[in-house]
């Protein structure tokens, strides 16, 4: 006969058996969870979040010289965390250095910085030797048509890009279009979200004062002539049909450059600024345009950008929105003549400010983020990335 247990004894099992079976199943599923890799990854990942720049510093090696500058305009041939919190930078443990020697081994930089758009050095025109996680950095303000280092041969070589074009790993651009109200910058970018533009405009008295005093039509400042866009030959048509004062080697007219005697002239006497970059590019826009932001007169440009990612919308007037250079001429020449549509220029200035990042903020910041520096990105083919229809030679005004 089967034995029975009493009744009292089955009470009390019951409910420690069952307890038992409860904390196994717990301890079993647990395991499990812990032991899978995309939980152990987040829990590194938060391991940086909680503390993303307390590690040792990143280093980074301007490997040749921009243009003239051996330090690229930076305070000094080595600049450290102090540099990068003068920049309010996200994060600031990193030093920049123009001297290889600054550390022993070339190997122990994070990120090496070339300047494309100059040759490299003769004797020693790449590091002796690279480290699997090293960063390589093509970097370049200039457009293609202006790049003289040959890309021929560099695949698989970088790993991130550093210019103007806003597809670029880190933007190097002249300038950025911060909106005044909230802080941020909403320019340049392939998709900025502009405010509308007001259907009245508000009474600025200063602002009317300044602009009813303008005497002159154009100006334009430049140095390089003959260029691949052929802008000269442009500014020449517009003589043609309006006054335009061209001051520097490719003009009659004479300014200090860069001096506030010439800023002056542009607030206080024209109404338009010739903005008109060297070469037609995508993306490509420069100081020449930028910089006049900052003025009270209305640049004209002539580039290869799609200019609405870079400024407010009736902030500018583009060259080849025009079928032929009669046509822009006539328009300037309305305007000149109608003050109140001229106006309607100036709409943006109480809504956005220009400012400028550096990009060693970003570079610095990529260097310490954790997923940046785990994943492998090299580009196959940078001569491809950088030529490959990136530039035109004919403009879509006509002139």
């Not at 921009?66 to 990068?84: A, D, I, K, M």
């Not at 090293?134 to 790993?159: C, G, R, W």
């Not at 930028?290 to 609405?308: C, H, M, Q, S």
């Not at 009669?326 to 020449?333: P, R, T």
Request: net charge negative; aromatic share 16%; glycine share 4%.
């Amino acid at each position: 006969m089967r034995a029975k247990w009493p009744l009292k004894f089955m009470v009390g099992v019951q409910p420690c058996i069952f307890v038992t079976l409860f904390y196994f199943v717990l301890v079993v599923l647990y395991g499990r969870i812990t032991t899978i890799p995309e939980i152990h990854y987040y829990k590194k990942a938060e391991s940086y979040v909680d503390k993303p720049f307390s590690r040792e510093p990143k280093s980074i090696l301007l490997w040749n010289a921009f243009f003239e500058s051996r330090n690229w305009h930076l305070p000094g041939s080595l600049v450290n965390e102090t540099f990068f919190k003068g920049l309010n930078c996200p994060a600031t443990n990193c030093f920049i250095t123009s001297e290889v020697n600054t550390l022993s081994e070339i190997t122990e930089y994070d990120a090496i910085l070339f300047h494309v758009a100059e040759a490299f050095p003769i004797l020693n025109p790449f590091p002796s030797k690279r480290a699997q996680n090293q960063i390589y950095v093509f970097a370049a303000m200039e457009s293609p048509a202006h790049t003289k280092h040959d890309l021929s041969d560099e695949i698989s070589f970088y790993n991130y890009t550093m210019t103007y074009r806003l597809d670029s790993d880190i933007l190097w651009t002249y300038g950025h279009l911060q909106d005044i109200e909230t802080g941020q910058l909403v320019a340049p970018t392939s998709y900025p979200a502009w405010r509308k533009i007001p259907e009245l405009l508000e009474l600025d008295t200063s602002l009317d004062i300044a602009l009813a005093k303008k005497n002159k039509t154009a100006a334009w400042f430049v140095s390089h002539c003959d260029v691949i866009s052929k802008r000269d030959d442009l500014a020449r048509s517009l003589q043609q049909y309006i006054p335009v004062d061209i001051y520097g080697k490719c003009g009659t007219f004479t300014c200090p450059r860069n001096s506030h005697e010439c800023d002056e002239k542009l607030d206080d006497e024209y109404k338009f600024y010739l903005s008109f970059e060297n070469s037609l590019c995508t993306d490509y826009v420069t100081e020449k345009f930028f910089k006049i932001l900052d003025r009270n007169i209305v640049p004209v440009v002539y580039g290869g950008a799609e200019y609405t990612k870079f400024a407010p919308p009736h902030s500018y007037i583009n060259a080849e929105d025009f079928k032929t250079v009669k046509d822009l001429a006539d328009y300037l020449k309305f305007l000149d003549g109608n003050l109140e549509e001229y106006r309607k220029y100036f709409w943006w200035k109480k809504f956005y400010k220009r400012t400028k990042i550096s990009p060693f903020c970003q570079l610095c910041l990529k260097l310490n983020n954790p997923s940046e520096r785990e994943k492998v990105q090299y580009y196959n083919d940078i001569q491809e990335w950088w030529y490959g229809h990136a530039c035109r030679m004919n403009p879509n005004v006509e002139f």
